[in-house]
């Protein structure tokens, strides 16, 4: 949709052609409705101690996890009732795990749900909104810190408002790399992993650092604090939102192949520039995991 606004300028009268956001108001209710759900995080982290599992003995799930699902699909179905939806606690309950060009809604209620249920203090809210297989915008509240994250395709990426900028850092043995141990206890990707940080710790880097969840380690590379993430074995609702606030920070996303990323193929490098994300490919030791769909077995 295209507006004609007029300012003077100058003393003259220039039109000016204005395009509005279509996606502005659903960015507004994820905001909102993130928000919302991060004050239920809050209140719940001392008393819900009901923990289940999932895919494995430490996927864990709570109570609070499938409430907050459920309190922001509701609140977006009743505004956009045409919108889909990939949330993880509904795939977990058996929902198909299909990202199509519609607009859909990527929500991961309780990022860090183990840290959630040790009271850990880092745990997101994200939700990342995407149309034609694109992400165009991408919020992920850190609700204990009470920061909120927010990306607009295009249009930049901030935390509380402020704009965010990657760290300039070029060189890999001045950097902070994240990365996490994910849930599978399979061995043999234990391996994989456990070889991966040791080629990157003795490159040497600076420091190997992980904050538990996958949202909270990409705001941290948007924001200048890491140079890097990466992991194997995420969802597409731990990296969506978060993917976004990377790149409209400045930074760069890739497979762990070095190829381009897929949100869908739960593997994801994330870092501040190409000659960190490529040296950091170059010691990734990759495993092959089943796509989103197929929860990933220990
Ligand atoms: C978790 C991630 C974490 C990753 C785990 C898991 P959850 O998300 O954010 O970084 O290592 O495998 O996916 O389950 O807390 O939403």
């Given at each position: 949709m295209e507006f004609v606004c007029r300012a003077k300028m100058n003393g003259l009268w220039v039109s000016k052609a204005i395009m509005a956001d279509v996606w502005q108001s659903s960015m507004d209710h994820a905001v909102a409705v993130a928000r919302k759900a991060g004050e239920m995080v809050r209140g719940a982290l001392k008393d819900d101690r009901t923990v289940m599992t999932k895919s494995s003995a430490v996927d864990l799930v709570t109570q609070t996890d499938q409430k907050v699902e459920?309190?922001?699909?509701?609140?977006?179905?009743?505004?956009?009732?045409?919108?889909?939806?990939?949330?993880?606690?509904?795939?977990?309950?058996?929902?198909?795990?299909?990202?199509?060009?519609?607009?859909?809604?990527?929500?991961?209620?309780?990022?860090?749900?183990?840290?959630?249920?040790?009271?850990?203090?880092?745990?997101?809210?994200?939700?990342?909104?995407?149309?034609?297989?694109?992400?165009?915008?991408?919020?992920?509240?850190?609700?204990?810190e009470d920061k909120m994250f927010t990306a607009r395709r295009g249009r930049g990426a901030f935390c509380n408002g402020e704009p965010l900028q990657v760290s300039e850092q070029t060189d890999i043995h001045q950097a902070i790399v994240a990365t996490e141990f994910g849930s599978s206890r399979d061995p043999t990707a234990v391996d994989h992993i456990f070889r991966s940080l040791r080629n990157i710790l003795c490159l040497p880097v600076h420091g190997v650092r992980g904050a538990g969840t996958a949202a909270i380690n990409m705001c941290l590379v948007a924001s200048g604090c890491a140079e890097a993430y990466y992991e194997i074995g995420i969802h597409v609702w731990d990296v969506a939102a978060g993917s976004l606030i990377v790149s409209e920070a400045g930074g760069v996303l890739l497979d762990v192949d070095g190829g381009d990323v897929d949100l869908m193929s739960r593997r994801i490098v994330a870092a501040n520039n190409r000659t960190i994300a490529e040296r950091i490919v170059k010691e990734i030791e990759s495993f092959t995991l089943q796509r989103d769909d197929a929860p990933l077995q220990s």
């Open positions: 459920q309190l922001i699909i509701q609140s977006v179905k009743e505004k956009f009732p045409t919108h889909r939806f990939i949330g993880e606690e509904s795939v977990a309950a058996g929902e198909s795990c299909n990202l199509t060009d519609d607009p859909t809604w990527i929500i991961d209620p309780i990022d860090g749900t183990t840290n959630f249920v040790h009271a850990f203090p880092f745990v997101a809210v994200s939700i990342g909104f995407s149309v034609n297989k694109q992400v165009e915008f991408g919020v992920v509240y850190s609700c204990l």
